[in-house]
């Protein structure tokens, strides 16, 4: 035993004499050529070095590493302060109330006014996102205002000595024509298999050519009578274009804007006497012409004329009366409406549905026939009859069916016009000519009187009232009122404004940057902290035995 206790001495002797770096080596240290530092610093130390390899969330984790943890006393002083002095009504008494009554109390209607702003800004942004809209509709007079273009087509649309010579032309400017208005042709149809052996006997053959020179043409022998607001008119101002009715003529044609005539007294506007010629013009019943007169259409000078449900008939022996008002409606932009306004369109100056729509057409068929129907706008290689019949129909068909050009919604091919000008139209007809000036009218045409009651017509198209109507679609709510409605909920329920605001977030940042450092680091401690080691628990069982 004294043997021993003579040897735990030397060893203390020697321990004690050692130098201070040899003491170093000790287990409980990691590096001991480095420093004596404790062991937790030097962890601390290598966690910092791994941080740096990192990157920037290294460079972050290494900023909070520097951070102390504020102790729970300064947390729940931050707690106190924050709710003594913020601008949020109520929380104040929530925590200054030493009756805990009253503190419940308090704290319901806190809760309360919370639910009812949650509540509040939940439905109005609800109500927001389903974009709702206003349409206000106004009247504004003015003292001149913008005549509408006018279209004229005579219903007989082929000379009857061209078409006695080319009796097959109307089956074929029918087939033509398919590229304005869809329509079935079949090959069991009247006149297909003529049509075919027409195309293999005439390859070069122009449709384009032939109803330009063999169609209704306008000149002073057709057009008997023009005037427009006093002044006479003719020929010259009308401008020759192609539709499903051959050759048409476009009084104030939108080319040169500052051509387009405005008018400055109501019930004053375009008058024309038109003869149509029965004789000279015919057409095909069988196709479904069967009517004598003129067909117009009244629409804006920007837009390209449509016949298809908007065409006005005049027939021959009547006096035609149209009264018009122009009637302007505006769309707004998806989500509030369909319309685009960034949409342009590269043949036409203005965007308009039908021109969009011919545009469609004239792409899809061009890519796959590698040529351009003349109706449809564009600048490729007008197509012949042999590509019209092998190509082209089954292409505007397979348009039709696959549903390739829409209109209307803002995903369609072409979306509604941000703006439209329309022409609503009252129509009004009477006998024409009267007795007396039936003979009138035949001395002077030198004509009989069966062939004035047989092929004139007498059109007048003026506007009822020097006003337009405006109709527009409005954003229901705008974000400035979204805005000030969500602040007027929470100052009435919390008496919170922007301030009060940035204070919580102030606050909730401050405690998610706390929460932060303890997940990032002290947890980590805490876990990788090593158990005490067996020297240590021999050693002081060593003690414990002495």
């Known amino acids: ?60 984790k290494l900023y909070l590493s520097k951070k102390p943890l504020p102790s729970a006393t300064d947390r729940k002083k931050f ?55 206003t349409t206000s509709i106004e009247v504004q007079y003015v003292e001149k205002i913008e005549f509408p273009s006018v279209t004229f087509c005579n219903l007989n649309r082929f000379q009857t000595a061209a078409v006695a010579k080319f009796g097959i032309i109307v089956f074929l400017w029918h087939t033509v024509s398919k590229v304005l208005h869809h329509q079935e042709i079949g090959a069991n149809s009247t006149g297909f298999k003529e049509a075919i052996d027409f195309i293999e006997s005439h390859q070069n053959f122009s449709v384009t050519d032939f109803i330009k020179n063999n169609g209704f043409y306008l000149n002073n022998s057709t ?3 023009c005037e427009f607001f006093g002044i006479p008119c003719g020929p010259k101002d009308f401008k020759h274009v192609f539709t499903e009715y051959g050759n048409c003529f476009t009084f104030n044609h939108g080319e040169n804007i500052q051509g387009w005539k405005k008018v400055s007294v109501s019930g004053r506007g375009l008058s024309l006497l038109f003869d149509v010629n029965q004789e000279e013009f015919t057409d095909s019943p069988g196709l479904g012409f069967a009517d004598a007169g003129i067909i117009f259409v009244i629409h804006s000078p920007k837009k390209e004329p449509q016949f298809v449900g908007l065409g006005l008939y005049s027939p021959v022996g009547m006096h035609t009366r149209v009264t018009i008002r122009q009637l302007k409606t505006v769309h707004q932009e998806y989500p509030w409406g369909e319309c685009k306004p960034n949409i342009k369109l ?40 042999q590509k019209y019949y092998n190509c082209v129909s089954p292409m505007l068909d397979h348009i039709e069916f696959k549903g390739l050009c829409t209109m209307g919604t803002h995903n369609s091919s072409c979306p509604v016009s941000c703006e439209e000008t329309e022409y609503p139209a009252t129509i009004s007809y009477s006998s024409f000519p009267s007795q007396k000036a039936l003979k009138y009218l035949s001395k002077k045409l030198n004509q009989s009187r069966d062939y004035i009651r047989e092929n004139l017509v007498n059109i007048e198209i003026n506007y009822s009232d020097l006003n337009y109507k ?36 102030e606050y909730l940042f401050t405690n998610f940057y706390w929460i932060c450092i303890f997940f990032l680091l002290k947890i980590p401690e805490m876990t990788q902290r090593p158990p005490p080691s067996q020297n240590h628990l021999g050693n002081k069982n060593q003690i414990e035995e002495c």
């Open 1 to 60: 035993m004294v043997g021993r206790i003579k040897e735990d001495r030397q060893s203390k002797e020697e321990r004690m004499g050692r130098p201070q770096n040899e003491y170093c080596h000790n287990e409980n240290l990691i590096h001991p050529e480095d420093s004596c530092l404790p062991k937790s610093q030097m962890e601390q130390m290598e966690k910092s070095k791994g941080y740096a390899e990192k990157g920037l969330l290294g460079k972050i």
């Open 79 to 133: 707690d106190h302060d924050f709710a003594i002095s913020t601008s949020f009504h109520g929380v104040h008494n929530i925590v200054r109330n030493r009756s805990r009554i009253r503190k419940v109390i308090w704290l319901v209607v806190v809760l309360g006014s919370v639910s009812l702003v949650v509540w509040q800004i939940y439905s109005r942004l609800i109500n927001y996102f389903t974009w709702p809209t």
């Open 223 to 225: 057009l008997l009578a």
């Open 346 to 385: 590269q043949n036409f100056r203005h965007y308009s549905t039908y021109g969009c729509l011919k545009e469609c057409k004239a792409q899809l068929i061009e890519k796959q026939c590698g040529c351009l129907p003349f109706l449809l706008p564009g600048n490729g290689i007008e197509c012949d009859l």
């Open 470 to 505: 405006i109709t527009q679609q409005q954003k229901a709510v705008s974000v400035s009122e979204l805005l000030a409605d969500v602040g007027g909920q929470l100052g009435l329920f919390c008496g919170a404004s922007m301030i009060t605001i940035i204070e919580i977030i």
